[in-house]
Each structure stands twice: as structure tokens, then as C-alpha cells.
């Protein structure tokens, strides 16, 4: 099967610029995970779907950060104005609630915020 | 919230010899306790999992142990191999079904010396 495809994979801008990440799950899969992971720290949850409801957002920087999953399948993370801080790995997770607790996670976009 | 501690940051060993990975939690509602490995550069990957009602699991090199009422687990790598070099990434999980969220660890860079 497929796995989780986020793009870009790469990505600088300057501070100040919007941004936005794209993840498509793997098919089937009802709830997407928004993950930061900064360097040599593990991922952190930034935002949960199930199907296309935000079911916790309680960890998003509201101000400046902002998701979307249109009719439950695919997502977009955006960033707008993106700080020097912003600077992570951007990684995209799926799962399948009736079925394993597993969850696949994507190859992630490294933003360099400059 | 749960958090979870992982130890140590880093782990050297010779090739052919164990290597142990710990982390203990906080929030003793946590039921699953999944173990990600992840490549430079590339997406986590779960290698190994446990669920509450199990005090071990096993599968071929790898085994994790839960300890419920101390709130840690560990990995075990036996007869480590040069492409075992990773990070490592524990994680808790509290809830069921679409409730599920993972904290992670903070990693374990793993260096096997051929």
C-alpha cells in the first residue's frame, strides 16, 4: 500500500513569509496527526483530525498557525508569518482507529525559516 | 498531560552486544507504549509496541518490557548489527480508538561499532 506522501519535502523562506505543507494519508485512514518535530527531540502534536473534524488542536499556535482537512482526506498546515522558531520537521501521521493503534507516519517537510 | 522521559540520549555499543533503551511516564491511564525507530533524514517507523494488559513482548532481536506499576518500559536490541544505528523513540499513549494520542520521548541516538 501507499504511505503517507507529504510535500514539499524541503523548504526555506524567510521569517515573515507564509508557508504550507501538504500530507496525504493512506487511504482509509480516518484520523491525521500534525507532528513538529524540532532537532533531537522527539515529534510533538500539534494538531488531530478524525475524518475532517479537529478533534484536538489544543497544542497549535493559533495565531499564526492554521490547518485544514477538506472532506476528510487529505490535510494542509499552514504558517503565516512563519518565525526564526518555526524552523523544524513538519511530519504527517494517519491511522486507522478501528484497526491497529499504529500509526504511519510521513517522510515529513524540513522548513528552514531564515 | 503525560509525559515521558527517555534515557539515555545517547548509546554506543560494539556490534553483537545488547543494547537497552529506558523511559518511564507520568499519567498511569497510558495503555500503549509503541517504540519508533528513525533513519537520518528519514520517517519514524514502528518497530516494536506493547498494550497495558502485556509485561513483555518479543520479536526476533527486539523486545520491549512494561513495568505498570513503576511507569516505565524498555528496549531491548540483542545481537545489535551496524544497521541498527538509529534514534529510537518511545512514546505513551493514553485513550482508545479516535482518543488516541502519542507522547514521545526525546530519542536515543544508537551507534553499533562494527
Known amino acids: 500500500e501507499a504511505g503517507v506522501v507529504q510535500s514539499p519535502r524541503y523548504k526555506i523562506i524567510e521569517k515573515k513569509q507564509p508557508v504550507a505543507f501538504w500530507c496525504n494519508p493512506i487511504s482509509g485512514h480516518n484520523t491525521l496527526y500534525w507532528y513538529r518535530q524540532n532537532l533531537g527531540q522527539g515529534p510533538e502534536l500539534l494538531i488531530r483530525y478524525e475524518n475532517e473534524e479537529a478533534v484536538d488542536d489544543s497544542q497549535l499556535p493559533k495565531d499564526r498557525f492554521s490547518a485544514e482537512r477538506l472532506k476528510g482526506v487529505d490535510s494542509t498546515l499552514k504558517i503565516q508569518p512563519a518565525e526564526l522558531g518555526d524552523s523544524a520537521v513538519y511530519l504527517c501521521?494517519?491511522?486507522?482507529?478501528?484497526?491497529?493503534?499504529?500509526?504511519?507516519f510521513g517522510p515529513g517537510t524540513r522548513l528552514t525559516v531564515t | 498531560g503525560e509525559n515521558v522521559e527517555q534515557h539515555p540520549s545517547t548509546l554506543s555499543v560494539q556490534e553483537g552486544d545488547s543494547a537497552v533503551i529506558k523511559c518511564t511516564y507520568s499519567d498511569s491511564a497510558s495503555n500503549y507504549f509503541p517504540w519508533y525507530k528513525q533513519e537520518l533524514g528519514k520517517r519514524p517507523q514502528l518497530i516494536i509496541d506493547?498494550?497495558?494488559?502485556?509485561g513483555e513482548k518479543k520479536d526476533q532481536r527486539i523486545a520491549v518490557t512494561l513495568n505498570k506499576t513503576a511507569k516505565h518500559f524498555s528496549l531491548h536490541i540483542t545481537e545489535t548489527q551496524p544497521e541498527d544505528s538509529a534514534v529510537y523513540f518511545c512514546?505513551?499513549?493514553?485513550?482508545?480508538?479516535?482518543?488516541?494520542?502519542?507522547?514521545f520521548g526525546s530519542g536515543t541516538q544508537l551507534t553499533v561499532l562494527p
Open positions: 501521521a494517519s491511522a486507522w482507529t478501528g484497526g491497529s493503534y499504529e500509526q504511519y
Open positions: 512514546a505513551a499513549s493514553t485513550g482508545t480508538g479516535s482518543a488516541r494520542q502519542l507522547t
Open positions: 506493547i498494550r497495558s494488559n502485556v
